[in-house]
Structure formats: structure tokens, C-alpha cells
């Protein structure tokens, strides 16, 4: 088994139904942060974190997203003619540097089964999973990329590491919500986790650290998929499969350095969306002007 991580998983089979109707026609994975899939910002993360490797899980429906990571030469052609010199790099620069493979999921049976239809892909490696779900955007130019904050992990203990955020309390059925064991260092962000459990109520949750959509995962996760029972909303957990391993090796858990946006949930895609603006040299003066008038009409 490797030791370092170059293969990573991102499922994007979902049907997307949060943002009906749009997502009868674009995949939920395609709609935008200004200019950029959200998916990609997802690539864009592996790609700074030294993933060489990418399987993207998708269903019969979001042939856009294969689209999206194909050259499309006449429009390279037709920029550079135009002397469109910064438009071309970014098209020519999709993906650069990464091999992205795509595999279907013919029936939506959850995220644990997403990540099973990877095994072939994956081997006898460790792999990294991130969900397209949250964009976690770097608190400086100077943090790791987060999924780079979990591999960091790896490196040290050879083990699985999940990605958690602080969560409300009223948010944590959410999430899968992990049992801190003991801290590792002295900032208190690295931790054992004793047990975790799958979209808690209030009562049940053993503490407010959810885990955030971003994963390393050892390749025993296999195991347990390959027999894992129908668990929460009737599909396969992820979570569930975790829990298991649990019994055989240390998990281990990251409070990850970012700034993260539920891109699930319209109010999450909205504050990216501004919070992206805000930093863009193009346009960022005119959104805080317009921000300053809006707030004098805003009670």
C-alpha cells in the first residue's frame, strides 16, 4: 500500500433536488461561483493538494460535467486569433496537470455506494474523497488547501482521517457527527475519534464537530461497503461503513483550517458566490458599492 496520496474521488451522482428546477437541465455540480463550476473548484483543491489521479462519479444525466473537462480546440483557436490571451489560458488550463476519469452510478443508492463503484480505481491505495457539496475556500494564500490538511495527517499516523467543521447544534442532523477520543496537539485541531454517528438529533449528538466533506480513506472502506446495509434515507452510508472500520484501525479527525460554504443549500451558494466577488480585482469594487447602498435600505 502507497504511502503517499495521488488518487482522489469526487461523487457528483446526485440528483440535485434542493435546486430544482435548474437542475432538471445542469447538474447541480456545474452551477457556478462566478465564473467557475463548483465542481471544479473542487479539481481545482485536488490539483493544489498533488492529486495526480481523479474519478469523478456521475450519473447517465450530467454529461456536462465530461464536457466541461474536454479541450474544445475551436474555441481555443478562436480565442487566440482574437488576441483573447486570458480567456484562452483559462480554457487551456482546465484540469492541467491531472488524469480525470469519469465512472457512472446507474442508481442513486447514496454516498457509500458512490465510493464502492471507486475500488477498482482506487486498488490497494489510500485516497482522498471530496464532496462537491462544500467549497472550502483558503483562509490565506499561505493555508493548505484542506484536503492537503487531511493528507498532512495521513502522512504522519498511515491511517483514515475525516475533514469536521464546528456545526450550530440545531444543524448537527446534518451531518455524521464524530466522538472526540483525545487531542492530538496542542491547538486542539487533531483528534482520535472514539465513535461517530450518522445525522444525530440534537440529544443524540456526542458533539458539534461534523464531518465536512472531505476524506482520506484507507482501502479496508472497501470491506464494509462491499456488505454495508441500507442505513439513513434508506441508502448506503459512508458514515456507516466509517464506523465499522473503526473496530479495526484508528480514525482520526482534522478541524481543518478554511473558510467552508454549504454549496448544497442556496444560502451557502449565495455567500460563496458574494464572498468570491469580494476578492475578484475585477468586480470587487463595484459589489462592495453595491453591498453599501443595500445594507442603508436593510432594517
Known sequence: MSTKITKAVIPAAGLGSRFL????SIPKEMIPILDTPTIDLIVQEAIQSGIKDILI???????????FYRRYPKLEKHLLKANKQNLYDKIANIAKGVNI??????????????IYLARKFVGNDPFAILLGDDVILK????TQPAIKQLMEVYEKYHLSVVG???????????????????????????CEIESMIEKPTTAKAPSTLAITGRYILTPEIFKYLGKQQLGYGGEIQ?????????QEQKVYAINYEGIRYDIGAKSGLVKAN??????????????????VELAKTLK
Do not use: M, W
Open 164 to 190: 469536521v467543521k464546528d456545526v450550530a447544534k440545531k444543524d448537527v442532523s446534518k451531518y455524521g457527527i464524530i466522538n472526540p477520543e483525545k487531542y492530538l496537539d496542542k491547538t486542539k485541531q487533531i
Open 21 to 24: 428546477p435548474v437542475t432538471k
Open 57 to 67: 462519479i456521475v450519473s447517465f444525466t450530467k454529461h456536462s460535467i465530461q464536457h
Open 238 to 246: 459512508l458514515t456507516d461503513a466509517i464506523i465499522q472500520l473503526l
Open 274 to 291: 458574494i464572498d468570491f466577488a469580494l476578492k475578484d480585482p475585477e468586480i470587487s469594487q463595484d459589489i462592495k458599492d453595491y453591498i
Open 101 to 114: 476519469c469519469f465512472k457512472y452510478q446507474v442508481r442513486p443508492k447514496g454516498l457509500g455506494h458512490a
Open 139 to 142: 483562509k490565506t494564500p499561505q
